[in-house]
T-cell receptor, first 113, second 112 residues
Framework: NAGVMQNPRHLVRRRGQEARLRCSPV?????VYWYRQLPEEGLKFMVY????????ESGMPKERFSAEFPKEGPSILRIQQVVRGDSAAYFC???????????FGPGTRLTVL | GQQVMQIPQYQHVQEGEDFTTYCNSS?????IQWYKQRPGGHPVFLIQ?????EVKKQKRLTFQFGEAKKNSSLHITATQTTDVGTYFC????????????FGKGITLSVRP
């Protein structure tokens, strides 16, 4: 079975552009989580989604950030009008049930110039 | 809200020394999980503890769940340079059927 896939692995954007990060969960997993990790810091929870529903977005900035997990296709984390402070590693994880082991993808490392 | 705390954030040991770190929750947990993230890598699941007082071993790593199910420990015997990385604990609040809450992690460095 393929693990969690994220693409792109590295993304460079200029200030003001949009960043679109994709995550394909483990086949059969319906729970997806997005985390942000700044250099030398821990994982910061952003958003938790099930198919077509946002369950918990308490960790996601209210402006410029959005997430979706459509019925078909990968989960998308979208950052509009990126700023330098958005530079970080963004990890996606999936699990079969809500409190089960989370399987992490390799991450997308976003650099904002 | 629930908090899962790992203090300190960094620890440095000499190769061959033992290492112990703790994870503390503000609420009772139904289970606790440990993950390891190597430098430049992504978090990888290590183990899950469910029962009060449970102890599990993986080679030189020993994991324990506290009797009150509010804390956990990770002990590494005779650390090696391959043990470097960040160790995260993550817990689920008992009875809440909620997502895991991750601690901030402890980054271990090992001097050869």
């Amino acid at each position: 079975n393929a693990g969690v896939m994220q693409n792109p692995r590295h993304l460079v954007r200029r200030r003001g552009q949009e960043a679109r990060l994709r995550c394909s969960p483990v086949k059969g997993h319906s729970h997806v989580y997005w985390y942000r990790q700044l250099p030398e810091e821990g994982l910061k929870f952003m958003v938790y989604l099930q198919k077509e529903n946002i369950i918990d977005e308490s960790g996601m900035p209210k402006e410029r950030f959005s997430a979706e997990f459509p019925k078909e296709g990968p989960s998308i984390l979208r950052i509009q009008q990126v700023v330098r402070g958005d530079s970080a590693a963004y990890f996606c994880a999936s699990s079969p049930l809500i409190s089960d082991t989370q399987y992490f993808g390799p991450g997308t490392r976003l650099t904002v110039l | 809200g629930q908090q899962v705390m790992q203090i300190p954030q960094y620890q440095h040991v000499q190769e061959g020394e033992d290492f112990t770190t703790y994870c503390n929750s503000s609420t009772t947990l139904s289970n606790i999980q440990w993950y390891k993230q190597r430098p430049g890598g992504h978090p990888v699941f290590l183990i899950q503890l469910v029962k009060s007082g449970e102890v599990k071993k993986q080679k030189r790593l020993t994991f324990q769940f506290g009797e009150a199910k509010k804390n956990s420990s990770l002990h590494i015997t005779a650390t090696q340079t391959t043990d470097v990385g960040t160790y995260f604990c993550a817990g689920e609040v008992a009875g809440a059927n909620s997502k895991l809450t991750f601690g901030k992690g402890i980054t271990l460095s090992v001097r050869p």
